[in-house]
């Protein structure tokens, strides 16, 4: 043993001094590393280490070292070498380090320290320690690190700081973004629910609708959103994830069934439109059938033969067979049956109807020889003529067999409207001399009855002209009346003289009468005295001495009415030039303006002022006419030009409003959406900036223009109003929701199902409405949270009474000397049952503590205590003020009876304490 312990070398001594020394001369790198890595003595094997001084030796050391300090010191090693400036480790060795390093802390260090943007990203892929990645992404300086740090917090207060504290644009957009995304999937279940609520009020909405179409295509349209949010169901909760569920599917079954009926009415509606529209082609064809037909019987006809005989009746029977196919039947196809069969029956008379033609075309051919009349002389006779023809004509055609070819049908229709054509204009000229004539005649005897006898003499001249240019049969219809009058006229002539007399001395009398009067109206009296005269012209004269004696009284009474007017006259003339001054002065006011406006150029006040004066000008009083015509001229050429140029600029701004009613068109046509609003409330801000344009344009293009608007407003308004109705049945659908929760909480009686209806109702959303809508379920809901929690008070105050109830039971138990069950099914408290065993096995009692604890129970409960006991209450209610103030704290009267059994053992002696104290506490 001494002999192998010479020659052992010194770096395996077991003494770890020597081995030590032994060190400091040892070379051989592999037995360094073995005793870096394997010897028993840890400054030997940091010395060992230190004598390497590799990097790789550390690293060892730092991954497989157990004692703390030399792996705190491998590590230092180690992070220095990373970090190292000068004798830097070779970035691959670095990368390589990094990989398979699993010292987080040294992972950490060197992120935070290190500049190489690559390793620090490797190294912080191996990291997940949350408050690095917000640290780096506040702090470091290298934006690439700071935002793949941001993508790895997902902590809300966290990136709240980072776009407050961040010096990096793009690292604060991303950490926004974040939050962004974080706040999208906190709103996501209440856009959840508030998405599924409307579309399950819209599919039960579908459900009462009556459009299959409508309701096929909204119903899919429901159905992919539904499958849309379906995916993000996973945000909820599993139980209102299944009750959405379960009541989409139940609405779903409903509107499947509804729509099951509407398919149904819809495809016989379908079947039904089939068959109609297959009746109408039927009914077209057999129509163009029947036409070929009477074109067969034509050439049949021309042919005068029965070659087509035979086509024509299989074309019979083709068409017959054709409307057989029409099922609906009706009076359309019961026509052309019976049209056909007429055809069928009278094609047997093609000879027959072959003579009819020929009679056809002889009246045909007589009417082209009737001469049209050219004068009122021929009026009559060919009126007469044309007449029989006609008559005949339609004799003719009732009694045709088929009907008549085209060819004649044209030739026949073109000389029938020649004729009537010729007839009523001639006739139009008749009538209208008729017309003219009664009129006149009418007149004429108005004339006669005022006594108008020389005007009436000459309207009836011309009454017998016209009545001569009437034809015989015109002259007929207003013969009778022609002839009397013409009686009349005659007899007038012959009494001309012998009345004209007596009609003057009555219109003397009457100017007399008038001269006498007093004047009223100086106008009025003139017209009179014009009226006398142009009177007594009319009544002719006489050669007698009597009718000039009342010539010259007439003039002598006529002049005398009269005089009074010209007085009047007098001072209308003195008016009149005080209204030519005032006019002279709206003159000048006009030129005024003229002057104001060219500075100004305020068009509105140019309009004000504009429409003043002329209403200034229509008011002012008349003037010579002489005068007036150069004041006028000389007031409108004032006027007019700035009349012009308050027009011209009424029409630009007529044409702007215009090309803003194109602009209004033109975006109307984009649907009634917000921005088509918002760009039309502009358009009318515009329009209000517009001048105006002229009374007879501005209300018509604001009509225009305010249609447009009200088109689309109105669109906006259904939507809206459609929208509200959505909302409204969003509404009614959680109305009903809360009452179906009212319900159930009235019937439940178990705790947790309370509970559970409880969450229910917290979970909803009130965001669905209007404010006051939304207020009103909240209110609603809150009356169904606040009825739960009486329920649940109530609940447990009865379990706690039932509780109390059986702890007093097992008390008197133990009074009357009864043995107390102590098992947990009574679910008295661990301390009550502690009390009662305690009381139970009690051999003792102190019953003047007992007595002193009633008293308590009593004083903390507000219950009189008996009469013997009153003294000791009130030093024991002294003593109890005096606890409170110098502890600050009240006593319970539970607890004080747990006091009270603690006192001892129980007997029938305490029976009458103890009823006190269940007394007290039953208040």
């Not at 142009?534 to 004696?549: C, D, F, I, K």
């Amino acid at each position: 043993m001494i002999f192998k312990q010479l020659f052992k070398p010194k770096w395996q001594h077991d003494d770890p001094n020597v081995r030590m020394e032994a060190l400091k001369k040892l070379e051989d790198q592999d037995i360094l590393q073995q005793l870096a890595s394997r010897d028993a003595a840890p400054d030997v094997r940091k010395t060992a280490l230190e004598k390497l001084a590799s990097f790789d030796a550390w690293a060892k050391a730092l991954s497989e070292e157990q004692d703390s300090r030399l792996q705190k010191l491998a590590f230092e090693k180690v992070k220095l070498a990373l970090l190292a400036k000068e004798n830097e480790l070779p970035v691959v060795d670095k990368k390589a380090f990094l990989e398979n390093c699993k010292n987080t802390n040294l992972l950490e260090d060197f992120v935070r320290v290190s500049q190489e943007q690559s390793l620090r990203l490797l190294c912080l892929t191996k990291l997940h320690k949350n408050h690095l990645y917000y640290d780096l992404a506040v702090r470091d300086s290298d934006e690439k690190i700071a935002l793949f740090c941001v993508e790895k917090i997902e902590d809300k207060k966290q990136l709240e700081k980072i776009v407050q504290k961040t010096p990096h644009p793009s690292v604060k957009a991303l950490a926004q973004q974040s939050l962004d995304k974080i706040k999208e999937l906190e709103e996501k279940p209440v856009f959840i629910r508030k998405s599924t609520r409307l579309i399950l009020s819209k599919l039960l909405a579908l459900k009462d609708k009556d459009d299959y179409q409508r309701v096929q295509t909204e119903s899919t349209e429901l159905q992919q959103e539904w499958s849309a949010l379906e995916q993000d169901f996973i945000l909820l909760d599993d139980e209102e994830r299944q009750v959405l569920t379960d009541k989409y599917q139940q609405i779903s079954q409903k509107l499947n069934l509804a729509l099951a009926e509407l398919e149904a009415a819809y495809n016989e509606e379908q079947a039904k439109l089939a068959a109609q529209k297959k009746q109408q082609e039927i009914i077209n064809s057999v129509e163009q059938g029947i036409a070929q037909i009477q074109e067969q019987v034509s050439l049949a006809i021309e042919s005068e033969g029965d070659a087509q005989l035979s086509a024509i009746q299989q074309a019979i029977a083709d068409n017959k067979a054709l409307l057989q196919e029409d099922h609906l039947g009706g009076e359309k196809t019961e026509a052309l049956f019976n049209r056909l069969n007429e055809i069928e029956v009278n094609a047997a008379h093609i000879p027959e109807f072959a003579e009819q033609v020929s009679k056809i075309t002889r009246a045909i051919t007589q009417l082209s020889q009737y001469q049209l009349p050219k004068s009122i002389e021929q009026l009559d006779d060919a009126q007469n003529q044309f007449d029989q023809w006609m008559k005949d004509w339609k004799q003719n055609k009732r009694a045709m067999l088929f009907d008549l070819p085209s060819s004649l049908q044209e030739s026949a229709d073109s000389l029938i409207k020649t004729w009537n054509l010729k007839l009523k204009e001639i006739n139009a000229q008749q009538n209208s001399t008729v017309k003219q004539v009664r009129g006149q005649l009418r007149e004429l005897e108005r004339l006669i009855r005022a006594g108008r006898f020389n005007v009436a003499f000459g309207l009836f001249r011309k009454i017998g002209e016209g009545y001569e240019s009437l034809s015989e049969n015109y002259q007929q219809k207003v013969d009778r009346e022609y002839q009397r009058l013409n009686e009349q006229i005659a007899e007038l002539e012959d009494w001309k003289a012998y009345i004209g007399l007596p009609r003057k001395r009555e219109l003397l009398a009457e100017i007399q009468q008038l001269a006498e009067q007093n004047v009223e109206d100086a106008f009025a009296r003139a017209k009179q005295i014009k009226l006398a005269r142009h009177t007594w012209r009319l009544l002719g004269n006489v050669s007698s001495e009597e009718n000039t004696a009342l010539n010259e009284a007439f003039d002598v009474a006529a002049e005398q009415a009269f005089a009074p007017c010209r007085e009047k006259f007098a001072e209308l003339e003195a008016q009149r030039a005080e209204n030519l001054v005032a006019r002279q002065k709206l003159c000048e006011q006009a030129a005024e303006l003229e002057g104001q406006f060219n500075q100004q150029q305020n068009y509105q006040q140019l309009s004000k002022s504009l429409t003043s004066l002329q209403n200034e000008w229509n008011k002012a009083g008349s003037v010579e006419r002489a005068e007036y015509v150069a004041i006028s001229d000389r007031f409108f050429s004032i006027i007019k030009p700035l009349r012009q140029v308050l027009n011209a600029f009424y029409a630009s701004n007529a044409e702007s409003k215009r090309a803003l009613i194109e602009k209004a068109e033109q975006i109307a046509q984009q649907g009634a959406t917000a921005e088509t609003v918002d760009a039309l409330k502009a358009l009318q801000q515009q329009w209000k900036e517009t001048g105006y344009a002229g009374a007879s344009k501005e209300n018509k293009l604001w009509s225009k223009f305010r249609a447009v608007n009200d088109k689309v407003f109105a669109a906006r308004q259904a939507e809206y109003e459609q929208n509200k109705q959505q909302q409204q049945a969003a509404v009614e659908q959680l109305k009903s929701e809360l009452d179906g929760l009212f319900a159930q909480v009235n019937e439940a009686q178990e705790t947790a199902t309370i509970k559970q209806i409880q969450e229910q109702v917290k979970a909803l959303d009130f965001n669905i409405g209007t404010p006051a809508q939304n207020k009103k379920l909240e209110k609603q809901s809150n009356g169904i949270l606040q009825t739960i929690e009486k329920k649940l008070t109530a609940i447990n105050n009865a379990k706690n009474d039932a509780v109390k109830e059986a702890f007093f039971t097992q008390i008197e138990s133990l009074i009357h000397g009864q043995e107390i069950s102590l098992s947990t099914e009574n679910k008295l408290t661990a301390s009550w049952q502690q009390a009662l065993e305690a009381a139970q096995q009690a051999s003792d009692k102190d019953s003047q503590q007992r007595r002193d604890l009633t008293i308590q129970i009593e004083i903390l409960c507000g219950v009189d205590t008996p009469a013997q006991d009153t003294q000791r209450r009130m030093e024991i209610q002294v003593q109890m003020l005096s606890d409170k103030l110098n502890a600050g704290e009240t006593k319970d009267p539970m607890d004080m009876l747990l006091l009270w059994l603690a006192c001892g053992s129980l007997d029938t002696d305490d029976g009458e304490l103890f009823n006190r104290v269940k007394k007290a506490l039953s208040q």
